[in-house]
């Protein structure tokens, strides 16, 4: 396996992150305002970790960033030439009706990896995340700590640029949040950019070098870790550590 000398897993190409930019993006299907205005940039090391209460904007702001979901006003804007290669891993695994190693294979096919690399860079990645003898199991079969892995393998496998998870450990026990966090800081030092949201305090502070936080649709506070736990600037971050209910 090491001697595939492939450039997309070659870590010195991923060793600066890009930047992702908001210009005053706003979301509002229908005339209804569901995110923004909002403007930030993320170009520090991160990981940023993407907090706020339920309903506060979070899986849109991850959506539009990934492309998913298009602004009605403004631009999500990356540094270098284009989009950068992405993948996000939902709190629910998305994953096609075929085999473990299908789904890995096919996801690499859609990234126009070279048909000879894929079967061997799918094989590495699972067993990375433990999953070489569930190979030819149906994905769907899996349970739902193994699906969550199958998940974080295939995004493995492509070494993206930049990483965006939605709530990825929330229905997962103590044993696989921890193999989740262990690969966020994997992925992490391997130079790729990681967005994740998170309900969890304590794993915020485990895995944030800087925290967004949204309420209302919009984005509060942008600040390093020590200084958002420490120190909140804004009123709804202050009432949100506190435990008390932000709408
Ligand atoms: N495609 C959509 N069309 C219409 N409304 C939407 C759409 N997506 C999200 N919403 C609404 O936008 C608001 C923000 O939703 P979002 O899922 O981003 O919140 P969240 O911060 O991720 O919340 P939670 O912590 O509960 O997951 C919610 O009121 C939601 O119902």
Same mark, same amino acid.
Do not use: Y
């Given at each position: 396996?090491?001697?595939?000398?492939?450039?997309?897993?070659?870590? +010195?190409?991923?060793? %600066?992150? #890009?930047?992702?930019?908001?210009?005053? =993006?706003?979301?509002?299907?229908? !005339?209804?305002?569901?995110?923004?205005?909002?403007?930030?940039?993320?170009? @520090?090391?991160? #990981?940023?970790?993407?907090? @706020?209460?339920?309903?506060?904007?979070?899986? /849109?702001?991850?959506?539009?960033?990934? !492309?998913?979901? *298009?602004?009605?006003?403004?631009?999500?804007?990356?540094?270098?030439? @284009?989009?950068?290669?992405?993948?996000?891993?939902?709190? *629910?695994?998305?994953?096609?009706?075929?085999?473990?190693?299908?789904?890995?294979?096919?996801?690499? %096919? =859609?990234?126009? +990896?070279?048909?000879?690399?894929?079967?061997?860079?799918?094989?590495?990645?699972?067993?990375?995340?433990?999953?070489?003898?569930?190979?030819?199991?149906?994905?769907?079969?899996?349970?739902?700590?193994?699906?969550?892995? /199958?998940?974080?393998?295939?995004?493995?496998?492509?070494?993206?640029? =930049?990483?965006?998870?939605?709530? #990825?450990?929330?229905?997962?026990?103590? %044993?696989? +949040?921890?193999?989740?966090?262990?690969?966020?800081?994997?992925?992490?030092?391997?130079?790729?950019? +990681?967005?994740?949201?998170?309900?969890? /305090?304590?794993?915020?502070?485990?895995?944030?070098?800087?925290? /967004?936080?949204?309420? @209302?649709?919009?984005?509060?506070?942008?600040?390093?870790?020590?200084?958002?736990?420490?120190? #909140? =600037?804004?009123?709804?971050?202050?009432?949100?550590?506190?435990?008390?209910?932000?709408?």
């Amino acid at each position: 396996m090491t001697s595939l000398n492939v450039p997309i897993n070659d870590p +010195i190409e991923l060793s %600066a992150p #890009p930047s992702l930019q908001f210009e005053s =993006v706003e979301f509002n299907p229908f !005339g209804h305002q569901l995110f923004g205005p909002c403007s930030f940039k993320l170009d @520090g090391p991160g #990981p940023t970790l993407v907090m @706020g209460p339920n309903g506060a904007g979070k899986s /849109l702001m991850l959506r539009l960033a990934h !492309g998913l979901l *298009t602004p009605t006003e403004g631009a999500v804007t990356w540094s270098g030439d @284009g989009a950068p290669r992405q993948a996000m891993v939902f709190q *629910t695994p998305v994953l096609l009706r075929r085999s473990a190693l299908a789904n890995l294979t096919h996801a690499l %096919a =859609v990234n126009n +990896i070279p048909r000879r690399l894929r079967t061997d860079l799918a094989r590495e990645a699972l067993a990375r995340f433990g999953l070489s003898a569930s190979a030819d199991t149906p994905a769907r079969v899996l349970s739902g700590g193994e699906k969550q892995r /199958l998940a974080l393998a295939r995004a493995w496998a492509l070494s993206p640029a =930049v990483l965006f998870l939605d709530e #990825p450990t929330s229905a997962l026990d103590p %044993a696989a +949040i921890k193999e989740v966090e262990t690969a966020v800081q994997e992925f992490h030092e391997r130079g790729t950019r +990681i967005v994740m949201t998170t309900h969890d /305090l304590h794993q915020a502070r485990r895995l944030a070098g800087d925290v /967004l936080f949204l309420a @209302g649709g919009k984005v509060q506070e942008h600040t390093p870790s020590n200084v958002f736990f420490d120190t #909140p =600037v804004s009123r709804q971050a202050q009432a949100f550590m506190s435990g008390e209910l932000v709408a």
